[in-house]
């Protein structure tokens, strides 16, 4: 059995909006947590990215991590996940690279190939063109600016590197981030520390980290697999008060599952009323790995 204080202990944070508070007051919360996250010794604190979803304040990663940053002193910062499809790979070392000269060793650079939003506000964030690279190609490049000197060729007869500075050779760390197989596969065979989204999708864990362990290479970053889980922990003094902050999450969940994401509601007495028996059974499954209860359940549901 694990022991919990062997066990490191991270965040990753959304910045939820919650139901008549605003944008501000999310990223002043998101500040501090950090400080708190910071004083009580966990391992690192990283920052989710989503757009144009009325419920988080997520946007712009790469500056509310510099942001936390420098309001902690040891924790690592970083993105849970950067979503590479947004960006071009050159401007994501640039960012990652700067981040690293204020802060160094400090940073985490987590990747998802998902855009974070629908496909017309993807389509918004950067304007996609006919044959540009899918999301291995885009890895490969953006490893090749922080880890060594990427290139490329403006026309078949002139060379002309591209050198990504600051971010050039200051090989932050990267991490592959999914909920499915596609990532715990690439992950492996390119030996990136892998993080799987077990706080939404519980049911291909298994698999994924099997994937995973199957098709790890040994790399310069990694000589062993490196697995960090994400799963909602939702903690109170007493059991039920637990189960009664849960409903808040439940809420949420019943709202993605009718397509309509919205600002984190206020807990509960009861979800009987708010969904349906085939609600309620989507929105149980894709929570179940949630860990919620009083402080001595919480130790043994992480530790088992």
Do not use: C
């Not at 059991?239 to 009664?244: G, H, M």
């Not at 808040?248 to 009861?270: M, N």
């Amino acid at each position: 059995m694990v022991s919990l204080a062997n066990l490191p202990l991270s965040v990753l944070d959304p910045s939820p909006i919650r139901v008549g508070g605003s944008p501000k007051e999310s990223l002043e919360n998101t500040l501090d947590l950090a400080k708190h996250v910071d004083k009580w010794g966990y391992k690192r604190y990283w920052l989710a990215e989503h757009h144009n979803w009325a419920g988080m304040a997520s946007s712009s990663s790469p500056l509310i991590i510099g942001r936390v940053a420098s309001v902690t002193e040891n924790v690592r910062v970083g993105s849970g996940a950067m979503l590479l499809s947004n960006y071009s790979p050159f401007s994501v070392a640039e960012q990652f690279g700067t981040l690293e000269s204020f802060f160094p060793n400090r940073i985490d650079l987590g990747l998802g190939r998902a855009p974070g939003t629908d496909r017309l506000t993807a389509n918004k964030l950067r304007r996609r063109i006919a044959g540009e690279p899918d999301f291995s190609e885009q890895l490969e490049e953006l490893y090749s600016y922080l880890y060594h000197s990427g290139t490329g060729t403006l026309d078949g007869s002139y060379q002309f590197h591209f050198h990504a500075i600051p971010g050039e050779g200051t090989r932050v760390p990267i991490w592959l981030l999914g909920s499915g197989v596609y990532s715990a596969e690439l992950a492996g065979r390119l030996g990136l520390p892998f993080s799987f989204a077990g706080h939404f999708s519980p049911s291909n864990l298994e698999k994924a980290l099997l994937v995973y362990r199957k098709s790890f290479r040994p790399s310069d970053i990694l000589d062993k697999p490196y697995v960090l889980l994400a799963v909602n922990v939702i903690a109170a003094d007493e059991e039920k008060e637990a189960q009664r902050l849960a409903t808040s999450s439940y809420q949420k969940h019943l709202l993605l599952t009718r397509g309509k994401p919205a600002q984190l509601r206020p807990p509960v007495e009861s979800m009987d009323q708010l969904w349906n028996s085939y609600e309620q059974k989507a929105v149980e499954e894709q929570l179940s790995a949630s860990l919620i209860g009083d402080p001595t359940s919480i130790k043994e549901q992480l530790i088992t």
